[in-house]
């Protein structure tokens, strides 16, 4: 089954989209294929075609380059996560290593923007782990302490402050941290497929049906043509699973968000005119929440287990009203049919919050899993499983690989059922936060 991606993702500018787009169209070799064109496949393909400028390398994407996964996020780049499992004080070494790779990630990022001079709509405002509950206050005060630990600096706010910053009453208390950035993910992704060099041949639109290893060689088969490749990095996150990539250490999950309309003047005005932020739940399955750049609010609120290759008109407009419903409870001065795009989106997740970066035999390599932290962690994995397939070493390759690594999951169907049900309860215990 091929990848059908609703066409109305917010952060998207379809008016104008990239020219001369080249699908496989014939049968062909080369020395590096790389499997998803996200910010791991992009990032992977430009660190390669700096070691190897001599060498043949091939990135191909199911569908248009950057327009999955990568550009329908909600835009943070995290420095800190809450609901990722890792918040105990019997965890706090894990936590570290996890936050480690969270500053490595944004430094990547980071270093990437400064050498292609990329306007993303980069904003170092930091964000709020944020309930509608004040029983909530010990759990936020408990993260508090766990970053205080780590010498991350943060703050707890309660409804009057963060009426003011955020323009609702909506929340009563929340844990806002001063590092992480907010940004355009569509932005970004565009400047890395636009820094591709010249020895990277992009094919977009081209499924990948199957892969098999003989001998040395990987032969790869597409719809009407082959791709045979000495190495493969297979950097398809949410779809690894479909690959038979890890299968029993990750799994898929659909997400989908909504995005309103630049509110007008009076509409901003109405809520005390904040400056840009960002707001993620202290309870998991709650909403996250932003306010961007140009006066546009974004939510999302629904996490399912559902068929990650597509989502119907039907299924997106009934997700809409939930979003809608979520902005009202926040901002109910604020008129309604206000949204103007709704999209959905595939995150990958492991048992336990881990990561998958690996070397699964001479010539074949992953990295992807990045339960929530694509952009900076992604980009991060990208450079550094380039160097890896390259037969070199790096620190941060260290780093990576001294992590916990992902649990082993249960087969199917009792995977399903338990995430089924795990999501189920997590959506009842976050009612009031949707």
Not at 113 to 133: H, I, L, M, P
Not at 278 to 284: E, K, T
Not at 299 to 322: F, G, H, Q, V, Y
Request: glycine share 6%.
């Amino acid at each position: 089954m091929e990848i059908i991606n609703d066409k109305s993702c917010g952060w998207i500018d379809y008016d104008n989209r990239r020219s001369k787009i080249k699908t496989l169209n014939n049968n062909i070799k080369c020395d590096y294929l790389i499997i998803g064109a996200g910010f791991t496949g992009l990032s992977a393909a430009r660190k390669l075609a700096e070691v190897y400028k001599n060498k043949n390398i091939i990135l191909v994407d199911a569908q248009i380059a950057g327009e999955g996964a990568s550009s329908r996020n909600s835009g943070y780049l995290v420095d800190t996560t809450l609901n990722d499992g890792f918040t105990s004080d019997k965890d706090i070494n894990n936590y570290k290593k996890k936050v480690q790779l969270y500053e490595l990630g944004i430094k990547a990022v980071e270093k990437f923007n400064k050498e292609y001079q990329v306007d993303c709509d980069w904003n170092e405002c930091g964000k709020y782990f944020a309930s509608s509950k004040l029983k909530d206050e010990k759990k936020a005060k408990h993260f508090s302490e766990l970053l205080a630990k780590l010498n991350f600096p943060n703050d707890i706010l309660y409804q009057k402050d963060l009426k003011d910053k955020l323009g609702t009453s909506f929340y009563k208390v929340a844990v806002y941290t001063k590092g992480g950035i907010l940004l355009n993910p569509a932005k970004l992704i565009k400047a890395m497929i636009k820094a591709l060099p010249e020895n990277v041949a992009l094919y977009e639109n081209t499924f990948l049906y199957n892969w098999k290893k003989f001998n040395d060689q990987i032969n790869c088969t597409f719809k009407n043509f082959n791709i045979k490749t000495k190495k493969i990095i297979f950097c398809t996150n949410g779809f690894l699973s479909k690959l038979d990539i890890k299968k029993r250490y990750n799994f898929p999950i659909t997400l989908t968000a909504s995005m309103t309309r630049p509110l007008n003047d009076q509409e901003f005005e109405s809520i005390g005119k904040p400056k840009e932020w960002g707001v993620l739940p202290i309870r998991p399955m709650g909403a996250t929440i932003r306010m961007t750049k140009d006066r546009r609010i974004l939510i999302r609120n629904t996490a399912e287990l559902k068929n990650p290759n597509n989502m119907s008109d039907l299924e997106l407009k009934k997700r809409s009203i939930l979003h809608e419903m979520g902005i009202q409870k926040r901002f109910p001065s604020l008129p309604r049919n206000i949204i103007n795009s709704t999209w959905s989106g595939i995150v990958c997740r492991s048992g336990n919050g881990s990561q998958i970066f690996e070397k699964i035999d001479e010539n074949i390599f992953v990295a992807g899993c990045y339960n929530g932290s694509g952009i900076g962690v992604g980009t991060l994995f990208g450079e550094q499983i380039a160097l890896m397939s390259s037969d070199q070493d790096s620190e941060e390759i260290s780093i990576i690989q001294s992590k916990k690594k992902p649990m082993w999951l249960p087969p199917q169907p009792f995977l399903n059922m338990g995430i089924f049900i795990r999501l189920l309860f997590e959506r009842i215990i976050a009612k009031s936060e949707i």
